[in-house]
C-alpha cells in the first residue's frame, strides 16, 4: 500500500515537473497575454459587437477574450505553472545547492582520465611543492579549492562559477513570484466574487448614490483595479468608477480627491498640447490635505493609490440652443438653454420629444484637402465648436445627432452642418444647410416653410401652370387643374422623402418600361414648381426677379435644394443652432491600485538576476591528482564546464599549459 501511494506521488511530480507542461503553459500563457495586450479589455459589449458582428461576439464571450486576466482558464493555467514551477524547484533546488557545496574529492583517476578535457604529465618536485603552487594557480584564477588526501594519492578540487546553479533556482523562483503578484494584480478577486454572486455589476445608467451595495466595493475590501473618475473643477469624489464589460463597478476610496483647478493648453491649429489638474487629497490620516499637480506621465501616488491625468472631457457645460422647426409651414424658433449630461421635453409639429445633450467639443480638428494645404499651408484645419444629442420619441426610439456651430466654405459657398445616424455602429450622414449672404439660415428657413404652405404653393402651382399654358386653360381647365393636383402630389413626396420618395412611388405605379420617362417628367414639373417658389422667397427679399437671377441666388438655389431632399430622412422635427456656449471642463483621472506590484517587481529582478546567471556565469570544475611513481610524482588535470565545451576546451588547455610549466619548471 505504501509503495503504491508512493507510486503515485511520483507520478504526479514527474507529471507537474515536465519541461514539456512547463513549456506548453507558458507558451499558453504568452499567447493569452498578446490576445490580452491586442483586444482591449472590459469594454461595453456593444463596442464589441460593433467591431467582431453578433456572431463572433459570441464565440469570444464565451472562451472569456474580453476579461482574459480573469478567465477561469487563464487562472488555471497560472496555478499549474506555479505547481509545475514549484515540483522542478523541490526536486532539483537540493541537488544543485548540495552540488554548490560538495567538491567532489573522492573522484578516481580512471574517472579523470576518461574525461574529454583531461592531460596528465610528471615532474621531479615533491607533492607538497606542487600542491602549493597548483592551489595558488586555481586561486589567481578565480577556483575555489579543496584537497583530500587518500592513501596512494592526494586530490585538489577546484570549483568556479558555482552561482550558476543558483541561477535556475533564482529563474523558477522568480516565475512563482511574478505569477503570486500577477494574481495580486489580478481581476481573479473581482471574478471569484462576481462567481460567488457577491458582487452584480450595474448596468443602468443612475447616479453613484442609487448604485446598490451588490455593486459597490469597499474602500477596507479594495484589491487590485484600474478605474476612472470625471471631475469638474471645484468638484470632489469619494468613489471611482471601474468597467465590467457592459456594467460596472463603484470603488469607495479611503480618502476624497478634490478637482481645485484644470488647465489645458492648445496648439494653434486647436490641437491639445499639455493639460494638468490641480489635486487635493483630503484623509484623515494627513494633518492638513495633501495638494500636488499632475499631468500625462506624472502622476499623485498615495497610499499606494496612482492618479494619473488619463484624458480630458467637458464638464456640463451651458449652451443656448435655437430649434428651429422642421416640417411646418410656420417659422417658429423656440429658444432652448440646456447644459451638457441634461435632458428637456420639447413639444414639436410631431409630438413630444426628449433632447438629449451628451457632448460638446470646443474643437474639432480635421486634415486639410491637399488643395487647402497648398492655399494655407497647414495640414489641420479647426472645425470650431460642436455638440452631440439625441432625439428621443415618444416611443423611446432615438437618434443621434452631431451639429456644428461654425458654417464651413465649400467652393466659395457657406453651409452649416449636421449629422444624423440611427446607431453607434453607423457613421454620421451630414446634412449641408446653406447659409445666405449674411451667414443665416433665414433664407433656407423661409424656403423650407414656404414649401409646406400648400394653400401658398398651389397659389403659386396655379399661377405658373397658367403662364405656361397660356389660351389653353379657357378651353380645357381640367387639363390645368390636373397639372396643379400633380405638382402638389409631387411636392408632397417630395417634403416626404425628397428624391427618393418620388422614386419609390414610380417604382409603384409605373410600368417598368416607362419608369425613365415619367422620372424625367416629374423632375421637370417639380423643378418648375420649386423654382417659382424660390423666387416667391427673392421677391418676398426684396429682390427684383423680373430680371435675371444672380449666379450667386442660382447656387444657393441648388443647395437648398439638395439640402431639401434629404430633411425626410434627417428624423428630427427641428433643427438645433448652437447660439452661445459657456465651457465647462472636467478632467479624466485614472485610479490604480496594485497591491502587488513590489512583489512582481521582485518576481522580474530575480528572474533577470536568474536568468543572467545561467548565460553569463559558466560553471566549472577542476580536478588534479598528485600520485608519486617510479620517484617521480605523476600529475593528471582535468576539468569540465557547463557552457560552451569548444570555448572551455580553449581555456582548458591555457590552464593545463600554465599549469605544465608551473610544476615542471620548463
Known amino acids: 500500500m505504501i509503495n503504491k501511494k508512493h507510486s503515485r506521488l511520483n507520478v504526479l511530480l514527474e507529471f507537474f515537473g515536465s519541461m514539456n507542461l512547463a513549456i506548453t503553459i ?61 515540483v522542478c524547484v523541490y526536486r532539483n533546488a537540493p541537488v544543485m545547492l548540495r552540488d554548490m557545496r560538495q567538491f567532489r574529492v573522492n573522484v578516481k583517476e580512471k574517472s579523470l582520465r576518461l574525461m574529454h578535457n583531461s592531460q596528465s604529465w610528471s615532474t621531479e618536485k615533491s607533492s607538497e611543492e606542487v600542491e602549493k603552487t597548483l592551489r595558488y594557480f586555481l586561486k589567481l584564477k578565480g577556483f575555489r579549492t579543496r584537497i583530500k588526501e587518500h592513501d596512494d594519492h592526494r586530490v585538489i578540487a577546484g570549483m568556479k562559477g558555482a552561482w550558476n ?43 453613484a448614490d442609487q448604485v446598490p ?22 468638484t470632489s469624489s469619494k468613489i471611482v468608477f471601474l468597467n465590467i464589460r457592459d456594467g460596472y463597478l463603484v470603488q469607495e476610496l479611503p480618502f476624497t480627491i478634490e478637482l481645485k483647478d484644470f488647465r489645458i493648453e492648445h496648439y494653434a491649429s486647436g490641437q491639445p498640447k499639455s493639460f ?28 499606494g493609490y496612482a492618479m494619473y491625468q488619463a484624458s480630458f472631457g467637458d464638464g456640463g457645460s451651458n449652451l443656448s440652443l435655437v430649434a428651429w422647426p422642421f416640417h411646418s409651414q410656420k417659422i417658429q424658433k423656440i429658444d432652448v438653454n440646456v447644459a451638457v449630461k441634461e435632458k428637456r421635453t420639447l413639444k414639436t409639429s410631431a409630438g413630444k420629444y426628449t433632447l438629449e445633450l451628451d457632448d460638446f467639443k470646443m474643437f474639432n480638428i480635421f486634415p486639410n484637402t491637399k488643395e487647402e494645404r497648398l ?8 472645425f470650431g465648436p460642436s455638440f452631440t444629442f439625441k432625439m428621443r420619441d415618444a416611443t423611446g426610439v432615438a437618434n443621434e445627432y452631431h451639429n456644428y456651430m461654425l458654417p464651413i466654405t465649400q467652393n466659395g459657398r457657406r453651409f452649416i452642418l449636421t449629422g444624423m445616424r440611427n446607431s453607434v455602429a453607423e457613421t454620421f450622414r451630414y446634412l449641408h444647410i446653406p447659409m445666405d449672404k449674411d451667414d443665416s439660415l433665414d433664407r433656407f428657413m423661409t ?41 402638389m402630389n409631387l411636392l408632397t413626396l417630395f417634403n416626404q422623402g425628397g428624391y427618393v420618395a418620388i422614386d419609390q412611388d414610380i417604382k409603384k405605379r409605373v410600368p417598368k418600361d416607362k419608369q425613365v420617362k415619367v422620372a424625367e417628367a416629374y423632375v421637370k414639373i417639380l423643378q418648375n414648381l420649386l423654382q417659382n417658389t ?78 543572467f546567471m545561467m548565460f553569463y556565469i559558466s560553471y566549472q570544475r577542476l580536478w588534479i591528482i598528485l600520485k608519486p611513481e617510479s620517484g617521480k610524482l605523476m600529475i593528471t588535470f582535468a576539468g569540465s564546464g557547463n557552457r560552451d565545451q569548444r570555448e572551455f576546451a580553449k581555456t582548458f588547455a591555457v590552464l593545463v599549459s600554465k599549469a605544465e610549466k608551473f610544476t615542471t619548471g620548463k
Open 276 to 303: 494638468e489638474s490641480d489635486l487635493i487629497i483630503h484623509d484623515d490620516l494627513l494633518d492638513k490635505p495633501l495638494e500636488q499637480t499632475i499631468s500625462v506621465n506624472h502622476p499623485l501616488i498615495y497610499r
Open 26 to 86: 507558458l507558451v499558453a500563457i504568452a499567447i493569452a497575454s498578446v490576445i490580452g495586450t491586442v483586444l482591449q479589455q472590459n469594454q461595453p459589449y456593444n463596442d464589441y459587437i460593433i467591431k467582431f458582428g453578433p456572431f463572433w461576439h459570441e464565440v469570444f464571450q464565451t472562451i472569456g477574450l474580453y476579461n482574459i486576466y480573469g478567465a477561469i482558464w487563464f487562472l488555471a493555467l497560472l496555478v499549474f505553472l506555479v505547481l509545475s514551477t514549484s
Open 447 to 487: 424656403f423650407h416653410a414656404l414649401l409646406h404652405d400648400q394653400i401658398r404653393v398651389k397659389r403659386i402651382a396655379q399661377t405658373s401652370v397658367k403662364a405656361a399654358m397660356g389660351d389653353i386653360n379657357k378651353i380645357d381647365q381640367k387639363m390645368q387643374a390636373d397639372v396643379v393636383r400633380s405638382m
Open 534 to 611: 424660390f423666387l416667391a422667397v427673392l421677391k418676398q427679399e426684396g429682390v427684383d426677379t423680373k430680371k435675371s437671377v444672380s449666379d450667386e441666388d442660382n447656387l444657393f438655389f441648388e443647395d437648398a435644394i439638395s439640402a431639401l431632399a434629404g430633411i425626410g430622412a434627417y428624423g428630427s422635427p427641428v433643427y438645433f443652432q448652437l447660439a452661445e456656449f459657456k465651457q465647462r471642463e472636467s478632467s479624466g483621472i485614472q485610479i490604480t491600485l496594485h497591491p502587488g506590484q513590489n512583489i512582481f517587481y521582485l518576481g522580474c529582478l530575480m528572474l533577470i538576476v536568474g536568468i
Open 375 to 382: 492655399e494655407t499651408g497647414k495640414q489641420f484645419k479647426n
Open 165 to 207: 546553479r543558483s541561477g535556475y533556482i533564482f529563474t523558477h523562483v522568480g516565475i512563482i513570484v511574478l505569477c503570486l503578484g500577477a494574481y495580486l494584480d489580478g481581476s481573479f478577486g473581482l471574478t471569484i466574487k462576481e462567481w460567488t454572486g457577491r458582487i452584480i455589476p450595474e448596468v443602468r445608467d443612475i447616479r
Open 213 to 234: 451595495a451588490t455593486a459597490r466595493l469597499k474602500a477596507e475590501e479594495s484589491g487590485s483595479f484600474r478605474g476612472s473618475i470625471s471631475l469638474q473643477e471645484g
